[in-house]
């Protein structure tokens, strides 16, 4: 039995994005698997400090001082706090652990000095990194220091875990990190729902720039153009969701798009049990988690040809890829997607085959051994101190 402890900002009920997914997700199938799993959160308004959640022990801890608001303008000082909470608790109750499995740049610290008050293996998992999700521009204040967090976390981690092949070169070429194993995200698998197949045009996630809605929205303006039948739902929150609400009403779309905000995972599967296609045309996308839910749901999948998303495409019998940012390719994809028969059978076969949580979970083991017997074998080693990546 292996301990392992997962450091994660946001874990239910605080959920942000795909990050706090993968986590519940992993925890549990450890757990599952017969694995000492405890994670280690942000505390959150009702919810208890500490409890058991199907097999995994969840710490939620209250952040040491200053008390800032957790925005843009202080994420750095709150996250700080977050960090050195969970150092002195972990402390205080003198945790134990095999693996401290940190997941982004979020408690990178907490997680390095974890390794040292425990002797256990500092796993880190890079899920998406900022030069990424800004094309390459890593210009504000914010985005260097995480940029630069990101950069030493990646080489002081006794392994780097990321999720496919195209986010592996995007970590080496970016951090120069040195041990680095490519396990994909996963998805369960349950059975599969009743519905009939609509023309309902489905899009989950976060409302922002780079998930490149707006690409979306230009490619229904052509499809209405040429008289294609559909509706389509945006649903998801986010900083660029008023200029989707402009474009959405410059090109006379309102009364075939509604906006739906966030929705439980229940009113999920019901709507993609019934969508015709379900979209993922981010312009950066280092896996794409929710196009495996789609195929989960049985719904057919268009997603754009970056990070994970080709990958999966690749992966799945029935679905479409079109270059990123083009809204005529999309719209073409659309067309023959809305008019094609789709085999959800087919397509939920790969599901349990390459990305069940189970599997995930046992890739993960072995990568933790692995990291082990390096660290046995090498001692802890301390990277070169060239900061020339950053410059």
Known sequence: MTRIVHLSWEYPPRVFGGLGRHVVALAEAQARLGHDVTVLTAAAEDAPAREVVNGVTVWR???????????????????FGLETAIARVAAEEGLRADVVHAHDW???HAAAA?????????????????AGRHRGWVTSDLSRQIHGLEWWAAREADVVVICS??????????????????????????????????RE???????????GVQTLVDALALLRSRGVDFTAVLCGRGSFEPRLRELVAENHLSDVVRFEGWISEDEKRRMLRTAGAAVVPSFYEPFGIVALEAVEAGAPIVVSDVGGLSEIAANVPGSMTFPSGDAAALADSLAVILEAGHDPVAARAVLTEKYSWDGIARDSLQAYSRASRRMSSEGYSVPPDDRSVLD
Do not use: C, Q
């Open 61 to 79: 801890v209250r952040r040491d001082p200053p008390d800032v608001p957790f925005d843009v303008d202080h994420l750095m000082v709150w996250g």
């Open 106 to 108: 979020h408690l990178v």
């Open 114 to 130: 974890l390794r040292v008050s425990t002797g256990a293996v500092f796993v880190l998992t890079i899920h998406a990194t900022e």
């Open 165 to 198: 092949r195209a986010m592996e070169a995007e970590v080496l070429t970016l951090f120069g990190a040195t041990h680095v194993d490519v396990i994909p995200n996963g998805v369960d698998v349950h059975e599969l729902p009743s519905g009939t197949r609509g």
């Open 201 to 211: 045009i489905v899009y989950l996630g976060r409302l922002e720039w780079e998930k």
